[in-house]
């Protein structure tokens, strides 16, 4: 359990990672002053010390880091321009791309929105071949709108807004953006927000999002599901995609974490994580689809746990058939905890649920709406995630490798 974010003051949370063969990884997250970044050159045996992205200082949130196949590392995240929440503050993702393992960013671009006063928030990033670059994040052309939902020992949901899942794309390696594309329909009041991506065969880019019924009088959002859409090539998006599961319960309002992931094994098969709350309990989820999309098998029941306690839920794609269930949660009781367990398509659990943090972290101290989770070479996972742990009164970004 290595503590990557040593010597950056404040707290450090929401991580996310990727990996690249022979073995490299790579993690960002919020701290550092803005948006911190560390890479190993050892399979996560070891980490360099923690840098502020550039550009990242001040108004800088919502990390997410990709590695194309020629070793490029890109990095995005939300920024604004101004205080957030006052009128003509701009919100937007900014792209960083660094071509020597993450030494130096020397390449750096803000999406700007088409007009000032937006609202944006959580980003995800995909790289393909040829300098293909997607780039997720939830868009509302009025910031004045939204009305948070905030959680004493989490981060902030939404009651109101103009909330739309959009996609960019970049055909250079990133110097370059194509326009804002709703991957949801009834935009400007798609309801949709965090929506993670992946690319598939040909091109296909596959996407898992949040939606939310939204009242056009008012802008009250109701309870959603998760939904899944594809597109050939990130412009012409399904009319009416599917939500996945509806039937197993919604997506509640005061979800401040990232509710939905998407990742795909070595074979292409889908696999789909969420969770879904009642006044009883907090459950994750797990779907997947062995033909691109078009049928998810039955929900399987990832948490053992039966409680109201967040259940971040995550996966990475393994060999053909198999893929690597991960949540962190701070339920049963001492604190926060990352358990991981090895899934697969023909035989089911392939074991008992490992917990990967070697201490508990206080539920009272936010970990952030995420964590990283990749697969290394050799059926290995690394893990990263926030943390108070001891007495800290701050979290903190922790690394760790499991072997199977």
């Known amino acids: 359990m290595l503590d990557i974010s040593a010597g950056c003051l404040g707290n450090n949370s929401e991580v996310e990672e990727a990996a690249a063969a022979p073995g490299h990884v790579y993690a960002d997250w919020i701290g550092c002053g803005g948006i911190g970044f560390a890479w190993s050159a050892d399979s996560g045996g070891h980490f360099s010390a923690p840098v502020a992205v550039p550009g990242s200082l001040g108004h800088s949130w919502d990390p997410a880091i990709a590695v194309a196949g ?17 009128p003509g503050t701009s919100m937007y993702p900014v792209v960083a791309a660094s071509r020597d393992h993450g030494a130096s960013f020397a390449q750096t671009h803000s999406l700007f929105p088409p007009k000032p006063g937006d609202w944006g928030d959580r980003d995800f990033i995909a790289v393909g071949p040829a300098g293909h670059v997607y780039l997720t994040w939830d868009y509302g052309p009025s910031g004045s709108e939204v009305k948070l939902l905030c959680a004493r020992s989490g981060s902030c949901a939404y009651t109101n807004g103009d909330f739309n899942a959009v996609i960019q794309a970049s055909s250079d390696g990133g110097r370059t953006w194509g326009p804002i594309i709703p991957v949801e329909p009834r935009f400007p009041l798609g309801g949709g927000y965090s929506a993670p991506l992946v690319l598939g065969p040909a091109g296909r880019i596959d996407i898992v999002y949040e939606g939310h019924p939204t009242s056009q009088r008012t802008l009250a959002v109701q309870p959603g599901y998760e939904f899944f859409a594809s597109s050939p090539d990130g412009t012409h998006w399904p009319a009416s995609p599917p939500a996945l599961w509806p039937a197993n319960g919604t997506v509640a309002l005061p979800t401040w974490w990232i509710d939905g992931d998407i990742s795909a094994d070595a074979a292409g098969n889908l696999y789909v994580t969420w969770d879904t709350q009642t006044a009883a309990a907090d459950i ?45 949660t701070s339920a049963p009781a001492p604190g926060y905890a990352t358990y991981l367990r090895p899934f697969s398509i023909r035989h089911g659990w392939l074991g008992p649920a490992v917990m990967v943090s070697a201490k508990y972290g206080n539920a009272a101290v936010w970990p952030g709406d995420t964590f990283g989770i990749a697969q290394l070479p050799g059926g290995r996972i690394s893990l990263t995630w926030g943390s108070a742990v001891g007495a800290s009164k701050k979290s903190a970004i922790y690394a760790t490798v499991v072997t199977s």
């Open 70 to 86: 020629d070793g490029t590392v890109y990095v995005s995240y939300m920024h604004a321009d101004g205080a957030v929440g006052l």
């Open 284 to 328: 994750g989820w797990l779907t997947y689809s062995a033909d691109g999309g078009r049928t998810w098998s039955v929900p399987i029941r990832v948490t053992p746990d039966t409680d109201r306690a967040p259940h971040i839920t995550e996966s990475a794609g393994g060999q053909a058939g198999i893929a690597y269930i991960a949540w962190q």
